[in-house]
């Protein structure tokens, strides 16, 4: 067969062969150590340290009833959260840079529920929440219904994980035959709102991530003039921590803290 390994003068390397199918085995691994580690998890006297990959806004939610619940448990686990880059964090998953993502990841969890038993990752509904248009106090355009010509003559910011120039926003109106100029994108939605709150700028954001921005006071909301999904944040994880009695103590703990957030 293909040889996995060639001799190097630093020994052994790895062949491009053996990198594609580190994964599987990797996972294979992971499922054969999970089989044989203890069937429980015990937060007092185990310690952990889990990765969990999302948003600034999801983390300013989930964050803090997260610590509240580690703290008064007196458990010995700690997180760490890393930035949200994407809306597929599949890799991340894949390759162990995050125990854990939360977001909205539409084309992933697509993927997903396609490759059904074959999947290699889980995921669960936390909440569900909607856009909304998010302007400053005093904008020309606050004391009013919000119509679709008005929107589409205004400025905007958007938010854009991967910094690409065009949203779900965009389609939508492109679907109207509209469109609108942006200004300003970025990826964090506490700039968002703070770019807001010192211009005339119009963004898009789910409504339950407004407080999250730091701004609630200084904006208001609007519906959209135009139809956009609701929002599903979910969170997903690898198939091979599926039974890890140590990571399905800490879904619970966020499915917990997500409802304290919501």
Same mark, same amino acid.
Request: glycine residues 6%; hydrophobic residues 45%.
């Given at each position: ?6 001799r ?7 062949t ?6 580190w ?7 992971d ?22 990959a999302? /948003? ?25 959260v ?10 991340l998953?894949? =390759?162990?840079?995050?125990d ?14 396609? =490759?059904? /038993? ?5 995921h669960?509904r ?22 679709? !010509? ?11 994980f ?7 926003? =965009? ?9 609108r ?5 970025v ?6 709102g703070?770019?807001?709150t ?33 929002? /599903? ?5 690898p198939?091979?921590? !599926? ?20």
């Open positions: 067969g293909e040889p996995l390994f060639t190097s003068k630093h020994g052994m390397t790895p491009a062969r053996a990198q594609a199918l994964p599987q085995v990797r996972g294979a691994l499922t054969l150590r999970h089989s044989l580690a203890p069937e429980a998890f015990d937060p007092l006297h185990d310690s952990a340290s889990f990765s969990i999302m /948003a600034d806004a999801t983390a300013t939610l989930i964050a803090p009833p997260l610590v509240r619940a580690i703290e008064t448990g007196r458990t010995q686990v700690a997180l760490r890393k930035p949200l880059t994407t809306r597929d964090p599949r890799r998953l894949r =390759d162990g840079e995050a854990l993502a939360i977001g909205h990841f539409p084309e992933a969890i697509a993927a997903i529920q396609a =490759d059904g /038993a074959t999947a290699r990752e889980r669960q936390l909440h569900e929440t909607r856009y909304v248009c998010v302007m400053r106090r005093g904008h020309p355009l606050a004391g009013q219904p919000l119509t679709l !010509d008005a929107y589409c003559e205004a400025h905007h910011l958007m938010v854009s991967s910094g690409r120039p065009h949203g779900q926003v =965009d389609q939508a109106l492109a679907a109207l035959g509209r469109q100029r942006i200004v300003l994108t990826n964090q939605f506490f700039t968002a703070q770019v807001v010192q211009s005339d700028l119009l963004t898009v954001l789910p409504l339950s991530f407004v407080a999250a921005t730091g701004t609630q006071d200084q904006v208001v909301t609007r519906a959209l003039p135009f139809a956009l999904a609701p929002i /599903a944040v979910q969170m997903l994880w198939v091979r921590q !599926d039974a890890d009695p140590a990571h399905r103590w800490l879904r619970a703990l966020v499915q917990q803290a997500a409802g304290v957030a919501a």
